[in-house]
Each structure stands twice: as structure tokens, then as C-alpha cells.
């Protein structure tokens, strides 16, 4: 079993993405659920607050819980378009191919 952690802070995404990013309080527990339901990992912690998002999940399967994560902030990112594609769209930092960005 492996703690996989995926997020977003002030060093790899500008304020504006990680606003979108944020996951509040009352979203919490829905957001764990959604990324338990992937069934890559069996269990999910997320912290958020003003200058990071993280997602810390613990699986037997640290790729595809990688993967659960980095979708999860995909899909809360996928509001932003297509047009707004950079450096920090992706929760890796690392520029996806072009036109997949809200994917």
C-alpha cells in the first residue's frame, strides 16, 4: 500500500486556478466519496485552504490513485476552458497536449 498525494499550491498554480481548485468544507465529504468511487484507493483525505488543494489517497495502486487524483482536479478544473491552457492548468504542472486541456 502506497500514500499518493496530487494537488495544487501557491508555487504551481496562480491564484485564479487554485479558487477553482478549492474544495470547501461542505464539499469535503462529497469530493472523498467521488474519489472512492474510482475505487482506486481505499481511502481519501483532502486538505484545502487559501494557498493549497491536496488529495492524499491511499491504495494498493499508487498509478492509478495518481490518476484518480490528477482527474479529480481535471474535471472541478474543466469550468476554466479551453482557451486558458498553461503551465498550471494541469495539477502536475506540465502543459497538456493541446486542445485536451478541460478534458
Keep these: 500500500m502506497s500514500i499518493v498525494a496530487v494537488g495544487l ?6 491564484v485564479e486556478i487554485r479558487e477553482r481548485a478549492a474544495v470547501s468544507r ?6 472523498c466519496a467521488a474519489l472512492l468511487d474510482r475505487k482506486a484507493a481505499t481511502e481519501v483525505v483532502v486538505l484545502s485552504t487559501c494557498n493549497r488543494t491536496e488529495i492524499f489517497l491511499y491504495a494498493e495502486d499508487p498509478d492509478a490513485a495518481e490518476a484518480a487524483g490528477r482527474l479529480f482536479f481535471e474535471e472541478r478544473l474543466a469550468c476554466l476552458g479551453r482557451a486558458t491552457c498553461s503551465r498550471s ?6 502543459r497538456p497536449p493541446r ?3 478541460s478534458r
Design 99 to 101: 486542445g485536451t486541456c
Design 26 to 31: 461542505e464539499e469535503k465529504q462529497d469530493a
Design 89 to 94: 492548468c494541469t495539477p502536475s504542472g506540465a
Design 9 to 14: 499550491n501557491h508555487k504551481s498554480a496562480p
